[in-house]
């Protein structure tokens, strides 16, 4: 929502819980912002996930999208443009608010 410190502690435990499942992060956490985090940043936190999106992420051999429901509702998320050939809901938790997609290159 901003670059307050408090705005980066849900990133930070989410980047921790990533490592538990071997996961490289596109964007690094090392006390500096690589350029491409914050082409990144605008292209996801604009609400919808275009094609040219996701050619991004895939170049940055991004294959999962977690989708906290909390921050990005599905009546906001646009979720016909997630689920295109290109992207596959592959779990869905209600209790939790939390979707994960799987970006289809092939």
Do not use: C
């Not at 901003?2 to 090392?30: C, L, P």
């Amino acid at each position: 929502a901003s670059n307050k410190v408090s705005d980066f502690e849900v990133t930070t435990r989410w980047m921790f819980f990533q490592t538990a499942h071997g996961k490289a992060m596109i964007n690094g956490y090392s006390g500096f912002f690589p350029r491409h985090y914050f082409d990144n940043r605008r292209a996801v936190w604009s609400g919808v996930l275009t094609d040219e999106t996701l050619v991004l992420l895939a170049r940055q051999d991004v294959d999962l999208i977690v989708a906290d429901r909390r921050k990005f509702p599905r009546t906001d998320f646009d979720l016909a443009s997630l689920e295109t050939p290109g992207v596959v809901r592959v779990f869905e938790d209600p209790q939790a608010e939390i979707d994960v997609y799987r970006i289809v290159t092939e």
